[in-house]
C-alpha cells in the first residue's frame, strides 16, 4: 500500500508523471511519423543512434560514460540537423516579424 500511495504522489507532485506520459506521446509520434526525433528531449533520436553505436561495436562498446563524446564524433551532422538547425529557422522567424514590425513604423 505504501508502495502505491508513493508511486500516487511522484506521479501527481512531481514532474515524474508528465515525463511517464511523454513516452506514449513518443510513441505515437513514431506511429503517425510526425518528427520522432524530436519526442521526449530527444529521446528516441538518442535511442536510435545508441542502437547504431551498438551495431558498429557490439561486443566491446565504447567505453563508459562516454556516450556524449562518441555521439559527437559520429552524428555530429545529424545532432546539428535534429537540434541547432530548428533553432535557426525559429530564430529567423523572429528576425523577419522584427523587421517587419520596424518597417511599419
Known amino acids: 500500500m505504501f508502495v502505491l500511495l508513493t508511486f500516487i504522489f511522484l506521479f501527481v507532485n512531481t514532474g515524474f508523471g508528465a515525463r511517464f506520459l511523454s513516452v506514449f506521446t513518443d510513441l505515437s509520434k513514431i506511429i503517425k511519423g510526425n518528427n520522432w526525433e524530436e519526442g521526449g528531449s530527444y529521446r528516441l533520436f538518442i535511442w536510435s543512434k545508441t542502437l547504431e553505436l551498438i551495431k558498429l561495436r557490439p561486443l566491446t562498446g565504447f567505453g563508459i560514460e562516454t556516450l556524449g563524446k562518441v555521439m ?25 516579424r522584427l523587421s517587419n514590425k520596424i518597417n511599419q513604423i
Open 72 to 96: 559527437g564524433q559520429y552524428f555530429e551532422r545529424d545532432i546539428v540537423r535534429v537540434t541547432v538547425a530548428p533553432v535557426f529557422w525559429i530564430f529567423c522567424g523572429m528576425m523577419v
